[in-house]
């Protein structure tokens, strides 16, 4: 049972074009939202996060969007940068619905970027 | 330390011998996390602690897996009676406190031979 899922196992975009990856999840229980990138051979390192009170969220050229009517959440680079190469992993939690699980995360598999210069 | 230690950062031990991962938390961090990630796979939740006490344990997938952390810092998760199917990345992660942004390790590559 995939609860999060990322169903593009890779995406190959131009130096300083827009990356869109994309994320879905089943979980109604789900209330918080993780982006995390990595590097061969490191943890994961995570890139921005968002509330399910809000709808977007900017950190630089790092966008999140959620859509909760849809239950699909994407993150869009833009410009993208070769650096920017890594696996992306959408992850999320049910951070207030109280009981133990709270500090748990569920990852997508994961989408490869690639972007060329 | 700055960042979240695991050592060893690889093992190779033979079928049905016994292991141990060790995991150093940031600093400060209450919450603790072990996750287990396969080749093509996103990490998997394995257990999480708050403080010294184990608060989901739902991820461990059987009773050879076993995991501490006594004094609410270092924790180490433990494997028995290893299977070839226990070849794994095991991430550990901390925050400062559960439900706050995450961070991971570099994680130890486990394979079981």
């Known amino acids: 049972d995939q609860q999060v899922k990322q169903n593009s196992p890779s995406l190959s975009v131009q130096e300083g074009r827009i990356s869109i990856l994309n994320c879905d999840y089943t979980?109604?229980?789900?209330?918080?939202f993780l982006w995390y990138k990595k590097y061969p051979a490191e943890g994961p390192t995570f890139l921005i996060s968002?509330?399910?009170?809000?709808d977007k969220n900017e950190d630089g050229r790092f966008t999140v969007f959620l859509n909760k009517s849809a239950k699909h959440l994407s993150l869009h680079i833009v410009p993208s940068q070769p650096g920017d190469s890594a696996v992306y992993f959408c992850?999320?939690?049910?951070?207030?619905?109280?009981?133990?699980?709270?500090?748990?995360?569920?990852f997508g598999q994961g989408t490869i970027l690639t972007v060329h210069p | 330390g700055a960042g979240v230690s695991q050592t060893p950062s690889n093992k190779v031990t033979e079928k049905g011998k016994y292991v141990e991962l060790r995991c150093d938390p940031i600093?400060?961090?209450?919450?603790l996390y072990w996750y287990r990630q396969s080749l093509g796979q996103g990490p998997e939740f394995l257990i999480y602690?708050?403080?010294?006490?184990?608060?989901?344990d739902s991820g461990l997938p059987n009773d050879r897996f076993f995991a501490v952390r006594p004094e609410g810092s270092v924790s180490t998760l433990k494997i028995q009676r290893t299977e070839r199917g226990d070849s794994a990345v095991y991430l550990c992660?901390?925050?400062?406190?559960?439900?706050?942004?995450?961070?991971f390790g570099q994680g130890t590559r486990l394979t079981v031979v």
């Open positions: 600093s400060g961090h209450t919450a």
């Open positions: 979980n109604s229980m789900f209330d918080y």
């Open positions: 602690f708050q403080g010294t006490g184990a608060a989901d």
């Open positions: 968002i509330s399910s009170i809000k």
């Open positions: 992850a999320a939690s049910a951070r207030y619905a109280g009981g133990t699980s709270y500090g748990k995360l569920t």
């Open positions: 992660a901390s925050s400062f406190n559960a439900g706050t942004e995450a961070f």
